[in-house]
T-cell receptor, first 112, second 116 residues
Framework: KQEVTQIPAALSVPEGENLVLNCSFTDSAIYNLQWFRQDPGKGLTSLLL?????REQTSGRLNASLDKSSGRSTLYIAASQPGDSATYLCAVTNQAGTALIFGKGTTLSVSS | GAVVSQHPSWVICKSGTSVKIECRSLDFQATTMFWYRQFPKQSLMLMATSNEGSKATYEQGVEKDKFLINHASLTLSTLTVTSAHPEDSSFYICSAPPGAGGNEQYFGPGTRLTVT
C-alpha cells in the first residue's frame, strides 16, 4: 500500500530564505507526483506535476525534483516571501486516471 | 487549465438531515471523479471514486449507504451525506482527471460542511 510522508510537518523561516520541503513515498512504481498549495480553509492549488519519467519541473521560484528509485521528491522554494505561507501537499498516483495519495503536508510560515 | 466547480462552498445543517454536494467539470468531460474528505489539520483522504454510468467504488471504512454518490453525466457528480451527524463535519473536495485516464488531477474549491 502506497504511503506518502512529508518532512518537516511545519517550518518557519524569515523572508528571503531558500528552503526545501521533502516528500517520500513507499512504492516507487508511481505514475506521477504533484505538489499542491493549500491556504487555510481553502481548496488546492496545483503547483507542479512531475511525470514518472521526469527528474524535475520548474515554475518561477519553485523547483520540484523526483528520484523515483529512492522514493523521494523535494520542492525547492527560492527567495521565500510572506505570501508563500501555506500548507504544501505532496501527492502521488500509481496509475493514470486514478486517485491521488496525499502526504500530511508541510505548513510553511514565512515572516517579514 | 481545466476547471472544476463545487456547490455549495459551505453549508451548515442540523443533525439528521441530508446534504447534497455537487461537483462539476466546466470545460472538460470526466468519466471519473474522486471525492476526498479532509478533517482539521489532516490531509486529504480518498472516500470514493465516482464513475459515470456505473456504481461508485468506496474506500474501506466509508459507508456507501451514508455517502451516496451519483455520477449521472460526464460533467456532474453529486455526493449526498445522509442523516448527517456532527462527526461528518469536514471539508469535502472533489477532483477529476480530464478524459479517460487523464494525466493531471484538477480539484474543485471544496465544500465546508458543519453539522450542528
Amino acid at each position: 500500500k502506497q504511503e506518502v510522508t512529508q518532512i518537516p510537518a511545519a517550518l518557519s523561516v524569515p523572508e528571503g530564505e531558500n528552503l526545501v520541503l521533502n516528500c517520500s513515498f513507499t512504492d516507487s512504481a508511481i505514475y506521477n507526483l504533484q505538489w499542491f498549495r493549500q491556504d487555510p480553509g481553502k481548496g488546492l492549488t496545483s503547483l507542479l506535476l512531475i511525470q514518472s519519467s521526469q527528474r524535475e519541473q520548474t515554475s518561477g521560484r519553485l523547483n520540484a525534483s523526483l528520484d523515483k528509485s529512492s522514493g523521494r521528491s523535494t520542492l525547492y522554494i527560492a527567495a521565500s516571501q510572506p505570501g508563500d505561507s501555506a500548507t504544501y501537499l505532496c501527492a502521488v498516483t500509481n496509475q493514470a486516471g486514478t486517485a491521488l495519495i496525499f502526504g500530511k503536508g508541510t505548513t510553511l510560515s514565512v515572516s517579514s | 487549465g481545466a476547471v472544476v466547480s463545487q456547490h455549495p462552498s459551505w453549508v451548515i445543517c442540523k443533525s439528521g438531515t441530508s446534504v447534497k454536494i455537487e461537483c462539476r467539470s466546466l470545460d472538460f468531460q470526466a468519466t471519473t471523479m474522486f471525492w476526498y474528505r479532509q478533517f482539521p489539520k489532516q490531509s486529504l483522504m480518498l472516500m470514493a471514486t465516482s464513475n459515470e454510468g456505473s456504481k461508485a467504488t468506496y474506500e474501506q471504512g466509508v459507508e456507501k449507504d451514508k455517502f451516496l454518490i451519483n455520477h449521472a453525466s460526464l460533467t456532474l457528480s453529486t455526493l449526498t451525506v445522509t442523516s448527517a451527524h456532527p462527526e461528518d463535519s469536514s471539508f469535502y473536495i472533489c477532483s477529476a482527471p480530464p478524459g479517460a485516464g487523464g494525466n493531471e488531477q484538477y480539484f474543485g474549491p471544496g465544500t465546508r460542511l458543519t453539522v450542528t
